[in-house]
């Protein structure tokens, strides 16, 4: 049974491994071929992010349009794992241009004078990169995770973490991760959330807003922030993908005023590395700090910049997470159907559940 188990797992491990030395446009029809033979495997998964899409995006984007972005963010998130492995292959070679930093000032700032920060970002773009960014460049950062099932997967993650210098801070048991983070913030590691990395329902919880709808998030941030007297400092990575591929973008955040087809990124860097590979540019970005001590709604400003970054870059987030479990019944598939045939009566009553 374990063996069964673990198989799909051995698969996508040797998948990555070979991947390294194929080029990208190779790469990329494999992965095509893979998901669509794994999706018929995987339905509740698919509906679980047909009705975040429906959340986010409420009426702006068709069914046909639904369905095209799942499969554009499936692929990405083969190839984000093809750019960690690449990047740990490559033990840090990569050109300066393909990984960059903007306005590392703020964390500077924060790190001079505080010793540490505390780093907010979400599942979004090649997230695993700004750990390993920040360890290879010598900040101390550890990372709050919640481990995945698969053992070996599990295994894979941490001894890589812990490989290059990665804190590692499980999210369970809930009082054994808070007394990790309270000692990683007193040997002055930064520590690492994942706003959009939601409780279960045994653990403690707050509700903010995230497109309009409460959502369930660990108000361990926030107090962390008041108790250790550290502002929070939200940053996020994205990707520069092809620029001959035209995706979707969704303009008007919040309005619902419709979709315009753009090619995102007019003239990429791409780059050659030494298998031959082509990895595209990775932008981190560090936003301005956050006082929690004076903003009370400090996790929906930081919550706002995964909105922004979602509206231009729908493809680039993990859209598999029951984000919305307090509102939305996502095991049930006849809630699925009522929400796709009927909408405003399903929008209304996910607001009186409010």
């Not at 009705?51 to 499969?71: D, E, G, M, P, R």
């Not at 499980?170 to 409780?199: G, R, W, Y």
Request: aromatic share 14%.
């Amino acid at each position: 049974m374990s063996v069964k188990k673990n198989y799909p797992w051995k698969f996508f491990k040797l998948y990555l491994h070979i991947s390294l030395h194929l080029p990208e446009f190779i790469n990329n029809l494999i992965s095509r071929i893979i998901i669509a033979l794994i999706l018929p495997f995987f339905k509740k998964n698919y509906i679980v992010a047909m009705l975040n899409i429906l959340l986010c995006f409420k009426k702006a984007i068709s069914t046909k349009q639904q369905h095209a972005l799942l499969k554009q963010s499936l692929q990405f998130s083969f190839f984000s794992a093809r750019q960690v492995v690449s990047f740990l292959y490559h033990k840090y070679t990569f050109p300066s241009k393909i990984i960059t930093m903007e306005n590392q000032n703020f964390l500077d700032e924060t790190i001079n004078k505080h010793g540490k920060a505390l780093i907010v970002s979400g599942h979004f773009g090649v997230f695993p990169l700004i750990p390993l960014y920040m360890a290879h460049n010598n900040f101390k950062i550890s990372v709050i995770i919640k481990p995945p099932h698969n053992q070996q997967f599990r295994s894979f993650i941490f001894d890589h973490m812990t490989a290059n210098n990665i804190g590692i801070i499980p999210t369970s048991p809930e009082i054994e991760c808070f007394k990790k983070i309270h000692e990683a913030l007193l040997n002055n590691h930064s520590v690492m959330f994942m706003i959009d990395q939601t409780p279960t329902r045994h653990q403690a919880h707050t509700l903010v807003k995230f497109f309009d709808w409460n959502t369930l998030v660990y108000p361990t941030i926030n107090e962390l922030a008041k108790k250790h007297n550290l502002p929070i400092l939200p940053i996020f990575t994205h990707s520069e993908t092809h620029a001959d591929r035209k995706y979707m973008k969704i303009t008007n955040l919040g309005k619902n005023k419709g979709i315009e087809a753009q090619s995102v990124g007019a003239n990429p860097q791409r780059h050659k590395g030494e298998t031959g590979s082509v990895f595209p540019s990775h932008i981190i970005t560090c936003y301005p700090p956050i006082n929690a001590a004076e903003a009370e709604d400090v996790l929906e400003q930081t919550n706002r910049i995964l909105e922004d970054l979602i509206m231009l870059y729908p493809w680039q987030w993990w859209w598999f997470h029951k984000k919305w479990y307090n509102l939305v019944e996502y095991n049930n598939p006849a809630f699925y159907k009522y929400a796709r045939e009927e909408p405003s009566r399903f929008f209304a009553y996910l607001s009186e559940r409010e």
